[in-house]
């Protein structure tokens, strides 16, 4: 006999949502076969832009790989420089995208993105893990407010939406019409 049961609620408890603005998304390509050597240039590729690790996520990129994705804080004494940074990739990508990644890298990573700045957004919530529909409804509420989305990245209990430079605001605001928060309960009339 199995036992098979499901909890659902109008409006979805969290712990409340936070955001982070100011930003750098690195994103890499990794061939399967040379993960741990990609592996060994991670903190090579932090150093080089500043700041330290947020978080860490992929996806597959191709048939032969992954997409590596790094989530950076930005140091205020960093800005200038990961911004110029962002510059040259930009431009080297758009003429021969593999050299300057095989001069940095040892031709381990390849179609190096940076997205400057980037803002974040994050919850957690009560048995996410175990439930359905909580990453489906963060991204109807976005989408119905017009927010565009860079990433999505759920974890356990926790979903973590990656917008570019402006929209953190207006991605949290969207989410308080389909989550409650912790101040929402305790204030309903300000809802």
């Known amino acids: 006999m199995e036992t098979f049961a499901v ?10 949502i936070a955001e982070r603005t100011g930003l750098c998304l690195i994103s890499l390509d990794l061939p399967f076969d040379r993960l741990s050597d990609g592996g060994a ?11 330290s690790l947020i978080l860490i996520f992929s996806r597959p990129a191709s048939p032969a790989g992954l997409r590596l994705n790094l989530l950076l804080d930005r140091p205020p004494e960093n800005v200038d420089r990961v911004e110029k940074v ?3 990739e930009k431009k080297a990508q758009s003429a ?4 300057m990644n095989r001069a940095d890298f040892g ?4 179609g190096l993105r940076v997205d400057n700045p980037v803002e974040l957004v994050y919850f957690q919530g009560p048995h996410y893990g175990d439930r359905y529909g909580i990453a489906g409804a963060a991204v109807t509420a976005l989408a119905e407010h017009g927010v565009p989305l860079l990433a999505v990245v759920c974890t356990g ?3 973590y939406l990656i917008t570019p430079k402006g929209m953190a605001c207006a991605a949290r605001n969207a ?13 309903p009339t300000n809802s």
Do not use: H
């Open 96 to 99: 021969q995208p593999m050299d």
């Open 175 to 187: 989410l308080k019409e389909a989550f409650s928060t912790p101040e929402a309960a305790k204030n």
């Open 107 to 110: 031709g381990v990573c390849s």
């Open 157 to 159: 209990a926790s979903v």
């Open 41 to 51: 240039c991670l903190p090579d590729i932090v150093s080089r832009f500043g700041g």
């Open 86 to 88: 962002d510059a040259v």
């Open 7 to 16: 909890y659902w609620e109008p409006i979805i408890k969290t712990y409340g």
